[in-house]
């Protein structure tokens, strides 16, 4: 792992260097959007500046440019997640798109009355909602990988009984839990259920391996790994994509029309009608560039040392019961503190120029289930300090005192 100097990258993110209510800016909602360094805004700039036009069709200087770097961002990204070829990589809008996507393609073709959808307890709306419509429209039921009270999945393998496709999330983003994904993929690999790893909150966080791992989908979003907001994609197996039908018609995605009917091209084309988020591409290229020069283990690292500290703060503060797992864990720390409201409490953070989540983080079946409204959710990346982590625990001390008094 390179040494890196956090300080210094920290300065290169100029939205962390305001003032928000007369306090420094501690930012820590990150697991809901990260802040992006000027490399990356820059990029975009730059394309907009010179590049700009639309891709693979013009033959003109500019068209060309602008298909080199977005074409580049796919190789990118293709080599950053250990796809096979830049062919298996979709850009979407994002997570949400990417899981849309697989529901309304691969769903209905291999979908009957009866199959099963494994997901998990943990799941964010994003993947829950879109299998739930899947199945509205299929037949299929829904099945679900229990929580145990220590905030991993109790998975067993004979909850993959009649399962044709298991969907989880690679690190929840309401507890942390890191799941034991390569276990996952190669348990469903056994019996024959095709795997979609959610990874909105991995993507940017830990390395990911997508043959290492060994699922078919992988589902991510580009604005929560310092690139901007509507870029992402889902990673899928080649051979996989090649057998499921299109899902959006329109410019770019065929390759003959008549009136009557078209023929499509070869993946990843076939799902990339009209004209794509180029800029947001090129942006997502440059924030993949920026992540591969930290090195993602020492990422991790940075970020776990913040969490842990974090967390032996939160659990000395009276009546604030800390969620999730206690051994390795995502980047986010959420809590229950007994005497203020998640709302109550946020609202209270920004008047002292903390940043912090509290809701039921699109995670509604799980805070019922935790028997909570919502939890209060501090979320960290590589540009937090351990600093901001101290002073955000003497902003719910100082919380503590005002609703507790
Ligand atoms: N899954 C998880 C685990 C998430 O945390 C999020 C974002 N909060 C999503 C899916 C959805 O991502 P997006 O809104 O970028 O599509």
Sequence with gaps: MTNVDWKKVRAEFPILAQEVNGKPLIYMDSAASSQKPRAVIDAISRYYERDNANVHRGLHELSSRATDAFEGARAKLATYLGAASPDE???????????????????????????VILLTELEHHSNLVPWQMLAARTGATLRFVPLADDGTLAFTPALLDGVKLFAFTHISN???????????????????????????????????????????????????????TGSGGLYGRLELLRTIPPWHGGG??????????????????????????????????????????????????????????????????????????????????????????????????NEHGLALRGG??????????????????????????????????????????????
């Design 89 to 115: 990589i979709i850009f979407t809008r994002g997570t949400t798109e990417a899981i849309n996507l697989v529901a309304n393609t691969w769903g209905p073709q291999n979908l009957r009355s009866g199959d």
């Design 174 to 228: 309401s507890l942390g839990t890191i799941t034991p994904a390569a276990d996952f993929c190669r348990a469903a690999r056994e019996q024959g259920a095709v795997t979609l790893v959610d990874g909105a909150q991995s993507v940017g966080h830990i390395p990911v391996d997508v043959r290492a791992m060994g699922c078919d989908f992988y589902a991510f979003s580009g604005h929560k790994m310092c690139a901007p």
């Design 252 to 349: 770019e995605m065929i390759v003959s029309v008549t009136y009557e009917r078209a023929t499509y091209k070869q993946p990843p084309a076939k799902f990339e009608a009209g004209t794509p988020n180029i800029a947001g591409a090129v942006g997502l290229g440059a924030a993949v560039d920026y992540l591969e020069a930290l090195e993602r283990p020492a990422i991790f690292a940075h970020d776990s040392a913040l969490t842990a500290h974090a967390i032996a703060l939160l659990a000395e503060i009276p009546g604030v019961r800390v969620l999730g797992p206690t051994g390795a864990r995502g980047a986010l720390v959420a809590f229950h503190a007994e005497w203020a409201h998640p709302h109550d409490l946020t609202t209270y953070a």
């Design 360 to 405: 039921h983080h699109c995670n509604q079946p799980l805070m019922r289930k935790l028997g909570y409204p919502g939890t209060t959710r501090a979320s960290f990346y590589f540009y937090n300090t351990t600093a901001e982590v101290e002073r955000m625990a003497d902003i719910l001390r100082g919380a503590h005192k005002f609703f507790d008094a």
